[in-house]
């Protein structure tokens, strides 16, 4: 479920959507950390989510398994150092838009 909330979310499921910043695909991967994490192909839907769970998995060890703070590390991995109100407003709203 926690996978097509946030592909909804992320790429409104379209899987060659392409944000702003340069995300790519329906989990929305940065390309520097597609390659970093072994995603040749994150245009390739299968790819782009298998390679997203990865990453994801290690933003859960360093909060201590907490899948909120997790899910906002995934969206700025350097918010699990920052304080709450530090974090820019897209991270700090990012895991209450998808808990709904």
């Known amino acids: 479920m926690l996978v097509a909330v946030l592909m909804r979310q992320e790429a409104n499921s379209d899987q060659r ?7 790519i695909g329906l989990m929305q991967l940065m390309p520097d950390t597609a390659r970093t994490i072994g995603v040749a192909s994150y245009i390739w839907w299968r790819q782009n989510i298998e390679g997203w769970v ?6 859960l060890d360093p909060a201590g398994g907490d899948v909120p703070r997790g899910v906002t590390a995934y969206n700025l991995p ?5 304080p709450y ?7 700090r709203i990012y895991w209450p838009s998808i808990a709904e």
């Not at 959507?17 to 995300?23: M, T, W």
């Not at 350097?78 to 920052?82: D, I, M, T, V």
């Not at 109100?85 to 991270?91: G, K, L, S, V």
Request: hydrophobic share 40%; aromatic share 12%; glycine share 4%.
């Open 17 to 23: 959507a392409i944000s702003p910043a340069g995300a």
């Open 54 to 59: 990865w990453y994801l998995r290690q933003m």
């Open 78 to 82: 350097a918010s699990l150092e920052w």
């Open 85 to 91: 109100e530090q974090r820019p407003e897209e991270t």
